[in-house]
């Protein structure tokens, strides 16, 4: 069973900084991509950024230049640095990966989510 579970959520003044981690446990053979998505309250689900297993990085025009993205292969985590926060970031942060389990499947998997809350 692979599980990711995020942490780093909270409450941030605007302009202010937070880091979120996600790590991957389980069964893993091989994790592809990782990524950050995000959901305001009344407002669909919306990506925010990605990294591939080869190191690769693709953020959303609204966080371009705030955020990083990053991994780290050898503890199966993906981190986002989210700086300059503004209060439309505040959202419930979700990890997203895609992940090859030791019987060889591969499969799309969430985090639970992580709060966010830009606010003064």
């Known amino acids: 069973q692979v599980q990711l579970v995020e942490s780093g959520g909270g409450l941030v003044q605007p302009g202010g900084s937070l880091r979120l981690s996600c790590a991957a446990s389980?069964?893993?053979?091989?994790?592809?991509?990782m990524g950050w998505y995000r959901q305001a309250p009344g407002k669909q689900r919306e990506w925010v950024a990605r990294?591939?297993?080869?190191?690769?990085?693709n953020y959303a025009d609204s966080v371009k230049g705030r955020f990083t993205i990053s991994r780290d292969d050898a503890k199966n985590t993906v981190n986002l640095q989210m700086n300059s926060l503004r209060p439309e970031d505040t959202a419930v942060y979700y990890c997203?990966?895609?992940?090859?389990?030791?019987?060889?499947?591969?499969?799309?998997?969430w985090g639970q989510g992580t709060q966010v809350t830009v606010s003064s």
């Open positions: 990294v591939t297993n080869g190191g690769s990085t």
């Open positions: 997203n990966a895609d992940i090859r389990s030791a019987n060889l499947q591969t499969n799309n998997y």
């Open positions: 389980g069964s893993i053979r091989i994790i592809y991509d």
